[in-house]
Every structure is written in structure tokens, then in C-alpha cells.
């Protein structure tokens, strides 16, 4: 998908895959928004066609709760509590 944009929000806790984001060509563009207010959330959300997360390891992954409270389509790992979250799985 050359026309693609990435938008990450929030604290980045593996900067060496970070840096690797930002610098793949086959991303048409990055942004990488680390401090966002949670009355700014809704606007990220808004601006996104699907919310993905690449969590392996959550309490509860409130975002994903949030993104689908917003209509959009989630994208997650099937682990423990993202079971719960989800409203509807597809599985490959």
C-alpha cells in the first residue's frame, strides 16, 4: 500500500524499532506523536481508517475500547484481555 500512513501515538518503548519505522521507504509517510492529551485522543482516532496495536502484553488495552467506541475497525495480537476487548474476531 505505497499511499499508506503510519500514525503512532504514544510513549515509545522500543526506540531501536522505532528508528526503523522511520526510516522504511515503503511507508508513504510517519508521524510519531508521543504526548497527547487525553481531550486530543478522539482527533487520532477520528483520522484513522483502521487502529492497530502491537501490543504482546496489556492489563486491558483501554485504545482499543476507545477506537471501536469510535466505529473504527481494530487490528490486535489474540492474547489474554484483547479476547475480551474486541467486539469481533476473524481468524486466518
Avoid at 50 to 61: I, W
Wanted: with cysteine.
Amino acid at each position: 500500500m505505497p499511499n499508506a500512513q503510519l500514525i503512532i501515538v504514544g510513549k515509545h518503548y522500543e526506540n531501536d524499532y522505532s528508528n526503523k519505522l522511520k526510516t522504511k521507504k515503503r511507508i508513504a509517510l510517519s508521524f510519531f506523536v508521543e504526548n497527547v492529551s487525553d481531550e486530543d485522543l478522539p482527533f487520532y482516532y477520528a483520522a484513522c481508517d483502521v487502529y492497530a496495536t502491537c501490543s504482546l502484553l496489556e492489563g486491558f488495552n483501554m485504545p482499543l475500547v476507545e477506537a471501536q467506541a469510535c466505529g473504527k475497525p481494530v487490528v490486535a495480537f489474540n492474547i489474554g484481555p484483547h479476547k475480551e476487548v474486541v467486539k469481533k474476531w476473524f481468524f486466518s
